[in-house]
């Protein structure tokens, strides 16, 4: 059996990627964890894999090829599938024929429905409407696709390219008024760009602000940090905010959760996996650290370190972008006193940090005022899923939490 | 020269495959023209194959039967055959059917012409009549020509003692000794009907196995049988001459690991598989790419390589089964007429009608041992089946192959009486990717030889109530 090997999903942003090597020839053997592909996007340089066992029969990529998901890559003749009838020769050749050749659907865009959990009616009904029954989830007894998963995937691709169609704006010379240059957006830039207007539309955006006393929190970070440089640590604030925030959304699993529409209920994640928005040449990425709450400080600084410089030069596995369950976006090192971040999608939250300053703080039982080093920070949430009072207690448990040098403990 | 003749689709050959593909385009607004070099419809399915060989089949199934009645305290006398009767029977049967298809082609204004066809070039035809040749232009063309019997060297061919399944479904008299050469479906059908007629039947088979490529333990309650009603069953054998004698009878030459024997014999049946009639179709005047073997190459559109010409059925490759070609030919159409239809199907059904009948659908044990296929199984004896044992019918089996990952059922198969009727039950199930639990959990009617089916799926899943099986209790 020959299988159709394509593009899978790539990761949260990365709808398509350069191929920038590819790893085996036609006649090639391969098992399921050889890299058949390297692919570079702005975002990072990844490695495809054959996920089978068999041998290349052709190849559809060069080395330049622009690649979308489920674009087809090679076809592999399987050694040990499970398929159960001879394929036919799909080969069709493009001879000048006469009149009344009608126009079929491009089978390999479509993908084989050999292992689709599909009656033959659906397999029919996807012929018909081109519609790859790989990329559908099944929502019949069992996973079964069923026409209503047809018509559902319909209704999606309807309403996200209804809503992705911007009104046209005019092209404007802006030359008539003085000297331009011209910079082509990279990549990285057209796909957030993208996913920010979907999320600005789709959410309905809230952003409580507040103020942490970090004082002493500051004590123990320098602490911290001078233990860290002997072992080659650099001991940030993000560690302490990260593990911060795993205590809190413990605490108020609504913020660690994401809507699901199509069955009407929240999904509450019992895993604590951050993303961490980064700041690169090319624009901004938000790498994942997963199981925040079962690190130490070190141990995060440590990860934060080696996620950030991999961003910076693009090495990042697109793994690595996924999965995340609540994100954070500091910028505290450059500056602003206050701003509303953009929540990550399917996040229902986002906490925005910035930059620290020591203020006057009246200390009522000693009479007087003190110098108190106060961090302000922001929550942007999804009003659908929390509402006013459970943000404002968030924020202020989260100061609560930043005053407990007992919690950095570990 | 008679006058020119130009169709939107063309298609030759008026098989099962042929006509259906023929009708389906015409329902979908094409204006069709449908040759057969017969001057009846229905091709060899009808005509010569499927459906005399089933009505001789029926005939000698009831007699057999009626000698089962014995046992349970109802005697005939011995049987007497009026052959005259018996084939007017079968011929009447054909020639009802043959005039409802034409009825089927009238009311769809599909034009009939009866001919041989060949190829001009990509676009015409020309058809050779009774009155002479016909120029035939058109822009699509769907060739459902099928196949033939093959023969093999060193047997007279065109001599009355030499049957094929052609010839021996006309069934002129019953020979004293039939040979049968070649153990396959057709071989084994026709011998078990002569045999029942009263015929002294050997059998012999070139590889180890009667009904080579079907599961053993399915075979099996067959060759039993087989070897009741057959004179002699010779398997790893091979004919390799058949000289005619004064009297038309044949002294056969028969070659094993044991020696080389000679025997005599009244007449013989050449069943040693078909071969497919590209080669009448003068295919070269066409850019057609025709495979080694004589097959039409195609893609899932039923296209050739030439995308206005179509080929579907016994031309295109095995198997070479009327069910096959429909299915293929009404993709054909479809496709011809500009539907996105495809032959997309997991499994095809075979068949064979022999008492016991076998039918096998989807992935078998062979199958699976070549291919390193890794599969579970769940099988239930007849003997266990209350239906079975009222009918005599204890030696059937019904088995399901399931994916040991999910569980869905991969193939079926199936021995005994009516088997050929019950495998359509494991079709539909692997179609819809049902698994062991969705059989066992759907209701069948008892007492019927088709809940042997859902019990095949207790057997596995563990359920079963009919049996006691230690190992698998609790599940």
Redesign the interface.
Known sequence: MVKDIILPDLGEGIEGAEVSEVSVETGDTVNPEDTILVLESDKASMEIPAEVNGTVKEISVEPGDELKTGQLIMKIEIVDGSNKKEEPDKRITEENSPADTPQLPILEKMGSTDHVFASPGVRRLARELEINLQIIRGTGLKGRITKNDLHGYIKLQMAMSAGSILPPQPVIDFSQWGDVELQKLTKIKRITGERLQQAWQLIPHVTQFDEADITDLDVLRKKMKTAGTKKGIKVTFLPFLMKALSILLKEMPEFNSSLDHANQNLVIKNYYHLGIAVDTSSGLTVPVVRDVDKKSIYELSEELMDLSIRARNKKLNPDELKGGTFTISSLGGIGGTGFSPIVNPPEVGIMGVSRSVWKNAYDKEAGEFVARYKMPFSLSYDHRVIDGAAAATFTARFSEILLDMSNFKN | MDEAKHA?IVVIGAGPGGYAAAFRAADLGKQVLLIDRDPELGGVCLNRGCIPSKALLHISKVMDETSHLEKMGVTYGDPEIDLNVVQTHKNKIVSQLNSGIAQLAKARKVETLQGLASFVS??ELKVKTGTGDIPITF??CIIAAGSTSAMIPGIPSEHPSVLTSRTALDLEDVPERLLVIGGGVIGLEIGQVYATFGSSVSVVEFLPNLLPGTDPDLVKPLQRKLKKQFELILVSSKVTKAELRGDETLTVTIKNDNGTTKEIFNKILVSVGRKPNTGLLNIEAT?VKVKKDGFI?????Q?T????IFAIGDIVGQPMLAHKATHEGKVAAE??????????????PSVVYTDPEIAWA??TEI?AEEN????EKGEFSWSASGKATVMGANQGKTKILF?PETK?V??VGIVGYGAGDMISEGMLA????A?AEDISLTVHPHPTLGETFSAAADMFTGTITDLYIPSKKGK
């Not at chain 2, 190459?297 to 559109?301: A, K, P, R, S």
């Not at chain 2, 496709?335 to 095809?348: E, K, L, M, N, T």
């Not at chain 2, 692997?430 to 990717?433: F, R, S, T």
């Open positions: 939107e990509n676009t822009n699509q850019d190459d195609v893609d899932v559109y296209r390589s030439i995308k206005n496709v011809a007429s500009g539907h996105p239809a495809a032959f997309d199907v997991r499994a095809i989807g992935l199958n390193n296929i890794s599969y994916d869905q991969l193939g692997i179609e819809m990717g698994d």
